[in-house]
């Protein structure tokens, strides 16, 4: 079965601090992704990689960055967190590139920045 | 632009009831559509997706999804709901001429199943 983790299920930091979100997956997918998920929102892509130091932005990276290192690992980084980005943080990877593959998700990290 | 609309935010059904969750979605052509779950407290887990062929598709835990390409619409069925089932619900469209794999998803569903 693939598997997908994420660091954290919950998290809580201060305005202004530098966050990390950590996300693996051990199916050597290529395709990794970053989504934010808001009540009434649903999904919204904020970077998405398609292999080692590759990156693309999606929907609203404004105020966000990424980091894939190793194939297996793609970081979601914070670099001031603001009261807004008070949400939950969902990794995805997927195999190939196409779309028609499935997604497999992580468990999600909720984040609150107080 | 391209979009989905699930114009459902919640919808309550009785145990045992029938199911239809609507998606409706804009798009230049015919794209690539999935219905995802998301149990609480769970990532989201693949329910059925259509690509071609068939335009009734059977996916897990007795789901069924019919694409409607003269409504641009790709409703999710069941025809008996069992409590377990109580989650949330999105509609996904990914693009054929993609070769990142990106969906567009749309707001969710929440299900509630009385007893």
């Known amino acids: 079965d693939v598997k997908v983790t994420q660091s954290s299920r919950y998290l809580v930091k201060r305005t202004g601090e530098k966050v990390f979100l950590e996300c693996v997956q051990d199916?050597?997918?290529?395709?990794m992704f970053w989504y934010r998920q808001d009540p009434g929102l649903g999904l919204r892509l904020i970077y998405f990689s398609y292999d080692v130091k590759m990156k693309e932005k999606g929907d609203i990276p404004e105020g966000y960055s990424v980091s894939r290192e190793k194939k297996e690992r793609f970081s979601l980084i914070l670099e001031s967190a603001s009261t807004n980005q008070t949400s939950m943080y969902l990794c995805a990877s997927i195999t190939g590139l196409y779309s028609y593959n499935e997604q497999f998700f992580g468990p999600g990290t909720r984040l609150t920045v107080l | 632009a391209q979009s989905v609309t699930q114009p459902d935010i919640h919808i309550t059904v009785s145990e045992g009831a029938s199911l239809e969750l609507r998606c409706n979605y804009s798009?230049?052509?015919?794209?690539?559509l999935f219905w995802y779950v998301q149990s609480p407290g769970q990532g989201l887990q693949l329910l059925l997706k259509?690509?071609?062929?068939?335009?009734l598709v059977q996916g897990i835990k007795g789901f069924e999804a019919e694409f409607k390409r003269s409504q641009s619409s790709f409703n999710l069925r069941k025809p008996s709901v069992h409590w377990s089932d109580a989650a949330e619900y999105f509609c996904a469209v990914g693009a054929r001429s993609s070769n990142t794999g990106k969906l567009i998803f749309g707001q969710g569903t929440t299900l509630q199943v009385k007893p």
């Open positions: 798009y230049g052509a015919t794209p690539y």
């Open positions: 199916m050597d997918h290529e395709n």
């Open positions: 259509y690509f071609s062929g068939d335009t």
